[in-house]
C-alpha cells in the first residue's frame, strides 16, 4: 500500500516528535538565547519536516524529491550542530544530549535511505 501522505511517513512523524521534544527543552534556555540558540535550534528541527513535506509532495521528480530530502538531512545535520552548543553551554544535560543525538542519527539515516533509494519513494525507478 503506498503512502499517499508525507505525515505518514515514519521519517517524518519522528522528524515532528523531535522538533517538539526541542521546543519543550528549549523553553528551558535563557532568555539571552531567545534570538540566538533557541531559534536556531527550532529553526533546523522545523525545517526537517518542512522539507520531507516538501520534498515528498514533489515526488514525481525524482531529481527534486532528492534535493529536498538532502534539505531535510542537512537541516538535520544542522540540529546536531546546536546539540553540541546546548551541551557546551549548559543548557542541557549528558543524558538528553545523548537522546536528543540518537533520535536525530536515525532519523539521519532514515533521510540517508530515501536519498539513495529514491525510487522506493517516487515510483520512478528510471527517471533521475
Known sequence: MAI????ELTVYKKAFALAMQIFNTSKKFPAEEKY???SQIRRSSR???SSIGEGYRKRQYQAHFVSKTSDADMENSETQVWFDFALACEYIDKK?????LKQSEEIGKLLGHMINFPEKYTNQKDKK
Request: aromatic fraction near 14%; charge should be negative; proline fraction near 0%.
Open 4 to 7: 499517499d501522505n508525507y505525515r
Open 36 to 38: 540566538g540558540l533557541t
Open 47 to 49: 525545517s526537517v519536516c
Open 96 to 100: 538528553n544530549y545523548g537522546e536528543l
